[in-house]
């Protein structure tokens, strides 16, 4: 079975990429998540439009959970590598 790694982490790092665009303006950092969150669920609803091949989301509704899963994962991501650098 397929789960489509390759359309769910692409939306995690342009997900990712969009956070650390946003870092650089005057926006409370506080508002990423969320910001990551919705930025990933129109990137799930335009991949499964365009038809992104072995993308796990058959409908709009699953596409848009993949989508906001995969983009809070940015987040996660980031926190990861912020928290294994700290040593903490």
């Given amino acids: 079975m397929d ?3 390759v359309g769910v982490a692409s939306i995690t790092a ?3 990429l969009v956070a650390q665009a946003l870092k650089a303006t005057s926006l409370d950092s506080k508002w990423l998540p ?4 919705c930025c990933g669920a129109v990137l799930g ?4 439009l365009i038809r992104v091949p072995d ?3 058959d409908d709009p509704l699953t596409a848009l959970g993949v989508g906001i899963a995969s ?3 940015a987040t996660g991501a ?10 903490s």
């Fill in 34 to 37: 969320v910001l990551c969150g």
């Fill in 45 to 48: 609803v335009v991949a499964l």
């Fill in 14 to 16: 342009i997900c990712y």
């Fill in 3 to 5: 789960f489509g790694i």
């Fill in 71 to 73: 983009g809070l994962a």
């Fill in 55 to 57: 993308f796990p989301g």
């Fill in 78 to 87: 980031h926190q990861l590598g912020k928290q294994l650098n700290s040593g």
